[in-house]
């Protein structure tokens, strides 16, 4: 998609390097950063400097072909992908990406290996653009759906960055949003801030800025009543991990947002690849929920009156602050799980059809 009219991807590779667009420093600043070993991707990761389930899964097969780069041996290739699973605990396409990456690497000892480590990164992030554009297209059909009833400007909200940036390109969430758009159908995006870290205000409402998408961002609580006026058609978003009974994994706030959408009666869809399907964990109570410094509640950042970005405390020192960073809606919130194979209900039978 689209930044300052010029098209581009959230990770590529070139010359040995890997290129990222450092999304700690938007929407004030554009900084691509190279990447070179693999402890750079695992910061990249750590850091948030990328972000989104898709593009950290990508991100971390791009650090294997990086440790490889550095050092053609097998143990530092093994605990390299142990590192990267480490460097965050929720999204599932991290170690869907890692284990798949080694599924292809592990005892390969010749000359050959930077060649496949690369091509199947490169085939990681080729599938995810494909996913991604599917997602977008069967998603097309239910705002298509909405509109034919309605025939007005279809309202959607969407909680966090399941934007492109969080992906390669199209993004999950946003995907059937941007095909809408270049269909013609009026479409208006209510976009959640998602404190702490503010995803849905310094990317979501910038990359839909920057492909001339009318939003609008709304403070984190202020779904529910737009929701009782009836200004919600259909919430929109992605997920870091769905299981196969269709519960969803995703950042803090969903489940509220769910329960909204289900009080007053708004479809309430999950996208995702099936690379964020866990096929493993039973029981959501199972799945590692990342809690992050407390710092994140605690500071801000921003442009000050110089437009020079500052960094400030919010509130008093002494205060403590828990910071989870992803909940859990309940299968009976989501009214469809929206895939690259279709649209299915969020249950073991709906996903069971599909894959
Ligand atoms: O903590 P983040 O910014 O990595 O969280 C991202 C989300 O919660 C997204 O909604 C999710 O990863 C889906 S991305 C297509």
Same mark, same amino acid.
């Given at each position: ?13 070139e010359?040995?390097v ?8 938007? #929407? ?16 990249? @990761? ?7 389930a ?15 780069i ?7 290739l093994?605990?390299?992908s ?7 605990p ?5 170690k ?49 759906e ?23 390109? %199209?993004?999950?969430?946003?995907s059937?949003i ?7 159908i ?24 920057e ?6 961002i ?54 995702? #690849?099936?690379?964020?399907?866990? %096929? ?5 109570k199972?799945? #590692? ?10 500071? @801000? ?5 110089k437009d020079?970005?500052?960094k @400030? ?9 828990l ?11 989501v009214t ?8 299915c ?8 059809k599909?894959?």
């Open positions: 998609m689209k930044i300052e009219g010029k098209e581009y991807r959230t990770i590529w590779f010359n040995n890997v290129k990222i667009i450092d999304q700690t420093k938007l #929407p004030h600043q554009f900084v691509i950063k190279d990447l070179i070993t693999v402890k750079d991707a695992i910061n990249a @990761i750590t850091r948030m400097e990328v972000r989104g898709p593009l950290i899964g990508a991100t971390a097969a791009y650090g294997l072909v990086l440790a490889i550095e050092k053609n041996d097998q143990n530092f093994k605990k390299s142990e590192d990267l699973i480490k460097s965050r929720t999204a599932i396409n991290l869907w990406a890692v284990d798949r990456m080694m599924n292809k690497l592990r005892g390969v000892n010749s000359d050959k290996i930077l060649h496949i480590a690369s091509n199947e990164a490169k085939e990681i992030c080729e599938e995810d653009i494909k996913f991604c554009k599917n997602i977008g297209l069967n998603g097309l059909k239910i705002i298509e909405i509109h034919n009833k309605k025939k007005d400007t279809i309202n959607i909200l969407t909680h966090c960055n399941a934007g492109w940036l969080a992906t390669i390109n %199209w993004g999950t969430a946003t059937p941007y095909h809408a758009h270049k269909k013609g009026p479409v208006h995006v209510w976009v959640d801030e998602t404190r702490p870290r503010n995803q849905g205000a310094n990317l979501t409402s910038y990359e839909l800025n492909e001339g998408i009318k939003n609008t709304i403070a984190d609580n202020t779904g529910g009543i737009l929701m009782q006026r009836g200004e919600v058609d259909i919430c929109i978003v992605g997920t870091d991990r769905t299981l196969a009974n269709g519960d969803v994994c995703n950042k803090i706030g969903t489940y509220l947002k769910a329960l909204a959408a289900h009080d007053n009666k708004v479809p309430f869809y999950v996208t995702l #690849p099936s690379s964020t399907i866990d %096929w493993n964990i039973k029981d959501h199972d799945i #590692p929920i990342e809690e992050r410094n407390s710092d994140e509640l605690s500071h @801000i950042e921003g442009l000050d009156e020079d970005i500052k @400030i405390q919010i509130y008093p020192k002494k205060s403590k602050a910071n989870l960073a992803f909940d859990i809606t309940p299968a009976k919130y469809g799980l929206i895939t690259e194979r279709g649209i209900e969020a249950s073991k039978d709906g996903l069971k599909l894959f």
